[in-house]
């Protein structure tokens, strides 16, 4: 009686990683969900958040320096989602 069996290879070629930008407060012109890399809390900016003058403003204060790491482009990205890049990409998420 033959026995067929399936067999299953994984590819041992190298993927390219994709680089995820960090930016610092005051040089956000993007839209985008952002989480800060020593906290791991998770920021939605909208269009409409980075208008000039426009509410609502948001605004941090703090005595060291706060990195982001931009995960998407899409500020409303699931949490899921921006939980397993934030595991790619090495940053404790906090959210």
């Known amino acids: 009686m033959a026995r067929s069996e399936e067999v299953m290879t994984q590819s041992a070629q190298a ?8 930016v610092t407060w005051e040089s ?4 985008g969900a952002y989480v800060e890399r ?3 809390d998770l920021y939605r900016f909208p269009k409409e958040a980075l208008i000039p003058g426009a509410s609502p403003a948001i605004v941090k204060e703090s005595h060291g ?17 921006a939980r ?10 906090n959210f």
């Open 15 to 22: 993927s390219r990683r994709q680089v995820l930008s960090e």
């Open 28 to 31: 956000i012109n993007d839209p």
């Open 38 to 40: 020593g906290s791991g």
């Open 65 to 81: 320096a706060s990195v982001l790491v931009k995960l998407s482009d899409d500020p409303f990205i699931t949490t899921f989602k």
């Open 84 to 93: 397993l890049l934030c595991a790619q990409h090495n940053v404790e998420p």
